[in-house]
C-alpha cells in the first residue's frame, strides 16, 4: 500500500470553492488501478465517506456532495482530487484521501466500507464560515 499526502485544506467563506489534491509519498504512485476516495469527519462525527472513484473511472458520491463537488484523478500527475463548490459550514471538517488496489472495491463499496481501504493520509483541514 502507499502513503497518501492530501493538501489544498484551507478557510473559505459559505459559497467559496476548495480543491483538494492527494498524492502519493515516495514510496509509490496512484495510478487507475486504485480505488479512491475522500472522507470527512468533524469533531465530534463519525467518519463519513463523501466522495470515491474505482479503477473503472466509476465515481459515487454523498448525497451532501452530489451536485456540489467532482472527484478525479489525473493519471498524468498521479493525483487525486476534490473540488469542492458551494461550500457550506457543515463541511467543516478534516478530510482525507484514502486508496485500496487490491481489493477490487466499486466506488459505491468504497464510500461504505473504510475499513477495506488499505492506504490512509493524515487529513487536510477544511473550515467554511457562515
Known amino acids: 500500500q502507499v502513503r497518501l499526502v492530501e493538501s489544498g485544506g484551507g478557510s473559505v467563506q459559505s459559497g467559496g470553492s476548495l480543491r483538494l489534491s492527494c498524492v502519493a509519498s515516495?514510496?509509490?504512485?496512484?495510478?487507475?488501478?486504485?480505488?479512491m476516495a475522500w472522507f470527512r469527519q468533524a469533531p465530534g462525527k463519525e467518519r463519513e465517506g463523501v466522495a470515491a472513484?474505482?479503477?473503472?473511472?466509476?465515481?459515487d458520491y454523498a448525497a451532501s456532495a452530489k451536485g456540489r463537488w467532482i472527484i478525479s484523478l489525473d493519471n498524468a500527475k498521479y493525483t487525486l482530487h476534490l473540488q469542492m463548490n458551494d461550500l457550506k459550514p457543515e463541511d467543516t471538517a478534516l478530510y482525507y484521501c484514502?486508496?485500496?488496489?487490491?481489493?477490487?472495491?466499486?466506488?459505491?463499496?468504497?464510500?461504505?466500507?473504510?475499513?477495506?481501504?488499505?492506504?490512509w493520509g493524515q487529513g487536510t483541514q477544511v473550515t467554511v464560515s457562515s
Open positions: 484514502a486508496a485500496e488496489r487490491y481489493r477490487g472495491l466499486t466506488a459505491m463499496e468504497a464510500l461504505t466500507r473504510p475499513a477495506d481501504l488499505g492506504s
Open positions: 515516495a514510496s509509490g504512485y496512484i495510478t487507475s488501478d486504485y480505488c
Open positions: 472513484i474505482d479503477k473503472h473511472g466509476v465515481t
